[in-house]
């Protein structure tokens, strides 16, 4: 059962653009939502993470926007960059017990020129 | 560079046979953490061990198994392997043992199963 649900497996996108990839949970205790890049032949790397009492959080040319009543969260990359070009994985948290990472399956962006 | 290192950094082996993957945590990391990241499934965690001690499991397989040594290395045992085991593992580290301290992942080891 996949608790992150995201989306799209994948995006192409113009340099300079915006991409945006979504993610969805069902599980009310999860508190912390971080996001994760993967280039080709690297582990993941933490990029940025929020906490749901923000409904945006910003760093540099990458957002987070987060919908508790939706139970929805999105990753904005402004003015998208070829080294952009990796794939993203959403994540959750609980807020009590196990507190492991579940992850999202997943969105592998290319930035075309 | 994250700072954790696995090896081996490929693994090529036959069904039924048993495989020991390393990884060496940060300096100053106490917790460590198994990954499994196929292209169906994603990244799927296995197992959390803190200071020496098993913390959180999650879809690890029981002819799995992990340990943690005193000097805070980890060691993750795959047993009896199926063509299914085919996959990327990922060590990651992290100072403390929340699911919030952030995790640094090593370069990982590919698992070939034939």
């Known amino acids: 059962q996949q608790q992150v649900k995201q989306s799209p497996q994948s995006l192409i996108v113009q340099k300079g653009g915006i991409s945006i990839i979504n993610c969805a949970y069902e599980?009310?205790?999860?508190?912390?939502f971080p996001w994760y890049q993967q280039f080709p032949g690297k582990g993941p790397a933490l990029l940025i993470a929020?906490?749901?009492?923000?409904s945006e959080k910003k760093e540099g040319r990458f957002t987070i926007s987060f919908n508790k009543s939706a139970k929805q969260f999105s990753l904005h990359i402004m003015d998208s960059q070829p080294g952009d070009s990796a794939t993203y994985f959403c994540?959750?948290?609980?807020?009590?017990?196990?507190?492991?990472?579940?992850f999202g399956t997943g969105t592998r962006l290319t930035i075309i020129p | 560079d994250s700072g954790v290192t696995q090896t081996p950094k490929h693994l090529i082996t036959a069904t039924g046979q048993r495989v020991t993957l390393r990884c060496s945590p940060r300096?100053?990391?106490?917790?460590v953490y198994w990954y499994q990241q196929s292209l169906d499934q994603g990244l799927q965690f296995l197992i959390q061990?803190?200071?020496?001690?098993?913390?959180a499991k999650g879809n690890i397989l029981e002819r799995f198994s992990a340990q943690q040594f005193p000097d805070l290395h980890s060691e993750l045992n795959l047993s009896s392997l199926e063509l299914g085991d085919s996959a990327l593992y990922f060590c990651?580290?992290?100072?403390?043992?929340?699911?919030?301290?952030?995790?640094?992942f090593g370069p990982g080891t590919r698992l070939t199963v034939l």
């Open positions: 300096s100053g990391d106490l917790s």
């Open positions: 994540a959750a948290v609980a807020d009590f017990g196990n507190e492991k990472l579940t």
């Open positions: 599980n009310t205790a999860f508190d912390y």
């Open positions: 990651a580290s992290s100072v403390a043992a929340s699911g919030r301290d952030t995790q640094y």
């Open positions: 061990y803190y200071n020496g001690e098993e913390r």
């Open positions: 929020i906490r749901p009492d923000v």
